[in-house]
């Protein structure tokens, strides 16, 4: 057996239950609480912005313009799963169309993330299936280039692991480490209280944020005891 193989099969994923505690949180509350990290590059974009996603990391590294080994990814996916392919960011051809995306969404899986283009566009509007990508080229893939499945990637800067969360909407995405994702669930409800007691004491005039004086101190911009006011 070769003990590093390019298809990794098996490999823990988040749990149902965690997913669709997920899906009810932005992915900006869920980057906050994970210290501003995790959210990929603004290159990478839903393609229309009404999308939205959430699910467990199926890692795909492809050579630019080759897509074989996203077609064998989508053979090997599980329900619940999320393509997250690292294309080097070449936009010169897409690597993804409406066949592709149908077979993902015939198999269960819940969406693609890939640094890389797409095509058919309209029609994958019209499907309603999550894609986010770099852009779009009409322009079409060879299948002939090996890659890895189930393997480490760095995708829009950040590195993705298989098994991790994915989560986008219209902001990007945002990818949080599996093990961690119960912890920051429990965060995430705190700052979603948090803010929307925030919000309610602006509405009711107190727009001053309670911390600035103090950072603007802390940056030199006021001297010691002088406030903004």
Do not use: Y
């Amino acid at each position: 057996m070769n003990p590093h193989p390019d298809i990794v099969r098996d490999f823990a994923r988040v749990s149902p239950e965690l997913l669709r505690r997920a899906a009810a949180f932005q992915p900006a509350i869920l980057a906050d609480v994970a210290g501003r990290r995790g959210a990929l590059h603004g290159r990478i974009e839903a393609l229309r912005h009404r999308m939205k996603l959430v699910g467990s990391a199926l890692t795909v590294e492809v050579r630019p313009g080759d897509n074989l080994m996203i077609h064998a990814a989508i053979a090997l996916a599980q329900p619940g799963d999320v393509l997250v392919i690292d294309g080097k960011g070449d936009r010169s051809a897409a690597l993804m169309g409406t066949i592709m995306m149908n077979a993902c969404r015939q198999v269960g899986i819940a969406g693609v993330v890939i640094d890389g283009a797409v095509r058919d566009s309209v029609e994958i509007d019209e499907m309603d299936f999550p894609v986010f990508s770099v852009g779009t080229n009409p322009n079409g893939p060879t299948k002939l280039a090996s890659g890895r499945i189930g393997h480490p990637v760095s995708v829009g800067g950040v590195a993705v692991r298989a098994g991790d969360l994915v989560i986008g909407d219209a902001d990007g995405v945002v990818v949080v480490e599996r093990e961690k994702v119960e912890t920051l669930l429990r965060a995430a409800q705190k700052k979603v209280e948090d803010e929307a007691a925030r919000i309610e004491a602006i509405r009711q005039g107190h727009t001053a944020a309670s911390w600035l004086d103090a950072a603007l101190r802390n940056a030199g911009v006021l001297e010691e005891g002088e406030t903004l006011a």
